[in-house]
């Protein structure tokens, strides 16, 4: 005796049917989202210049040492954008707040790596120059 499934061929009684409609079939798009490169930049930017704004303050106005207006500015830093990249990545629904976080603390070093290596540079292309005149 043959089984009938619902929406079976008629040329294959005993296998189930099987195929799947991909015009009704509803994709997750937050378990597909990664890194967001406004919000890695975004939160870059925002955490770099209150870092910069808050040395100046400790430094200058407050008058506290170079040491201690480090620290905050390094706290502040750190404070910022994670701040700004989780508050970024909640309000654009991402699910990827780790992800934006890291690749916004790795885009920070590389802006640090860079500057000291340009500082480097500069500094012996001076050398160069300065031997080179005298």
């Keep these: 005796m043959t089984q009938h499934y619902p929406n079976q061929p008629p040329d294959h009684p005993n296998l189930p049917h099987t195929s799947l409609d991909l015009d009704t079939y509803n994709y997750d798009e937050d378990n597909l989202s990664g890194p967001s490169l406004p919000i890695i930049l975004l939160s870059s930017a925002c955490s770099v210049g209150a870092s910069i704004l808050s040395f100046y303050l400790a430094y200058e106005i407050l008058r506290l040492r170079i040491e201690v207006s480090v620290g905050i500015a390094t706290f502040l830093l750190l404070a910022v954008l994670g701040a700004v990249s989780a508050g970024l990545s909640a309000i654009s ?25 340009c500082m480097i540079g500069g500094a012996f292309a001076a050398m160069l120059l300065t031997l080179a005149s005298s």
């Design 93 to 117: 629904g991402s699910r990827s707040t780790m992800s934006n976080l890291g690749f916004s603390c790795g885009l920070i070093l590389l802006m640090g790596l860079f500057f000291s290596l």
